[in-house]
């Protein structure tokens, strides 16, 4: 079983700058991607900002040059840095990890991996 926690939503002023963290624990064999999502009221989840293994990354267009993901190997945490929010970033932030626990690499099973959410509210 893996589990992710999700921390450092809340609520800052437009221009501002937010650090979002989810760290997983649990029987975790190899983590192939990590994500953040995004779902703001009524519209669908979207994709924020991704990472693999290899440290490869991608951004929506709408977050370009202003939000960056890292990861920590040896902690298996992902963070995203947020700068320069915009009110139209105010949303239901997910992180979710592509990963094997023990049980499942020895199925070749992929299992995605979805933390509990956190509010980021960007207003004046």
Same mark, same amino acid.
């Given at each position: 079983?893996?589990? #992710? =926690?999700? *921390?450092?939503? %809340? ?15 649990? /029987? ?18 979207? #994709? =924020?900002? *991704?990472?693999? %293994? ?15 993901? /890292? ?54």
């Amino acid at each position: 079983q893996v589990q #992710l =926690v999700e *921390s450092g939503g %809340g609520l800052v002023q437009p221009g501002g700058s937010l650090r979002l963290s989810c760290a997983a624990s649990g /029987s975790i064999f190899g983590i192939n991607a990590m994500g953040w999502y995004r779902q703001a009221p009524g519209k669908e989840r979207e #994709l =924020v900002a *991704s990472i693999t %293994g290899g440290d490869s990354t991608d951004y929506a267009d709408s977050v370009k040059g202003r939000f960056t993901i /890292s990861k920590d190997n040896a902690k298996n945490t992902v963070s995203l840095q947020m700068n320069s929010l915009k009110p139209e970033d105010t949303a239901v932030y997910y992180c979710k990890f592509s990963v094997y626990s023990r049980s499942s690499y020895l199925n070749n099973r992929l299992l995605e991996v979805w933390g509990q959410g956190t509010l980021v509210t960007v207003s004046s």
